[in-house]
């Protein structure tokens, strides 16, 4: 039973298009996290929600819009699709009381193409 | 900016060496120092972690060496395995939620 699932897994979509990924976590984690990972792997931090609350809000593009239903689940939303926004995309979660030794939980992560 | 510098961005050892990968850190206030390691296809796992305080960690094959003056942490990997073939990722974190990734490095163990 996969403890943090994702889907897609891959996207592929034109220029121009909306699009969205969405994923559950089942271990009753508080906080969940969106990370993109570039072609050259690195991994940034783009959003993070804790009990449907948003608590990080990196430097992201107002295309990007994420969504909590609740606290297991964390859907990203992008508007306008750009040759840039292509990448990896993970959510995570964590347990969430914010202490810095929290281990994160990734997805197996969603690779989008923007053709 | 990145916030943990790693190196090297790749690095290739054989069977049964030892690979070491560097990192270093600005920030005093990072009190959590994991390091995750990934598989191609998928997402990033914790695999050890150490608090400044500790200048030494070890689980099985992998060390985790701290100098907190120096603001650097190495991990190591002894007696390597094909199965470690993986990229590693160094990070530093606080109590933000926020944690802040190395650039990565790709080890391949050669049989």
């Known amino acids: 039973d996969t403890a943090v699932s994702q889907t897609p897994k891959y996207l592929v979509t034109q220029m121009g298009n909306d699009k969205s990924i969405k994923c559950e976590q089942n271990?009753?984690?508080?906080?969940m996290y969106w990370y993109k990972q570039d072609s050259k792997k690195f991994l940034k931090i783009m959003f993070s929600?804790?009990?449907?609350?948003?608590?990080i809000n990196e430097t992201v593009p107002n295309r990007f819009s994420p969504k909590s239903p609740d606290k297991a689940h964390l859907n990203l939303h992008i508007n306008s699709l750009e040759l840039g926004d292509s990448a990896v995309y993970f959510c995570?979660?964590?347990?969430?009381?914010?202490?810095?030794?929290?281990?994160?939980?990734f997805g197996s992560g969603t690779q989008l193409s923007v053709l | 900016q990145q916030q943990v510098k790693q190196s090297p961005q790749s690095l290739i050892v054989q069977k049964g060496g030892i690979s070491i990968i560097n990192c270093a850190y600005e920030?005093?206030?990072?009190?959590?120092f994991p390091w995750y390691q990934q598989f191609p296809g998928k997402g990033p796992a914790l695999l050890i972690a150490?608090?400044?305080?500790?200048s030494e960690k070890k689980e099985g094959r992998f060390t985790i060496s701290f100098n907190k003056s120096a603001k650097q942490f190495s991990l190591h990997i002894m007696d390597s395995q094909p199965g470690d073939s993986a990229t590693y990722f160094c990070?530093?974190?606080?109590?933000?939620?926020?944690?802040?990734f190395g650039a990565g490095t790709t080890v391949t163990v050669r049989a």
């Open positions: 995570a979660s964590s347990q969430g009381q914010g202490q810095s030794n929290e281990k994160l939980f």
């Open positions: 271990l009753g984690h508080d906080t």
């Open positions: 929600y804790n009990n449907k609350e948003l608590i």
């Open positions: 920030n005093t206030a990072f009190d959590y």
């Open positions: 150490i608090r400044p305080d500790v």
């Open positions: 990070a530093a974190s606080r109590n933000d939620y926020k944690l802040s």
